[in-house]
């Protein structure tokens, strides 16, 4: 993952998005892996350009990203458990 793969609004303006972050990951990303699931640690230098000398500090942000598909959501685990089935005819001819 790139920084250039990474929104900040780092401009404190009063707009909605101040001091967010964003990560935009769409399917191709997914699928040729660019991107792949885990742990991200995402490093904000910030920077008080009014005061002298600079003055700066360094925020660290943690980003999980998970497959979508791990653990399957199209899939459901069966409700019957430890089911027992006991053959008692041996041998049945069938005809077609």
Do not use: R
């Not at 990474?6 to 997914?30: C, P, R």
């Not at 199209?74 to 053959?87: C, F, G, M, R």
Request: one cysteine or more; aromatic letters at 10%; hydrophobic letters at 35%.
């Amino acid at each position: 993952m790139q920084c250039s793969d990474i929104t900040i609004d780092g401009d404190f303006d009063g707009g909605s998005t101040d001091g967010q972050f964003s990560l935009t990951v769409n399917s191709d990303a997914y699928e040729n892996v660019v991107h792949p699931p885990g742990q991200y640690m995402i490093a904000i230098t910030g920077t008080a350009v009014g005061s002298n000398p600079l003055n700066s500090d360094v925020a660290f942000f943690f980003l999980t990203l998970v497959d979508p598909c791990d653990p399957p959501v199209s899939i459901t685990a069966p409700t019957l458990v430890n089911q027992e089935y006991t053959l008692t005819e041996i041998g049945v001819t069938y005809t077609l």
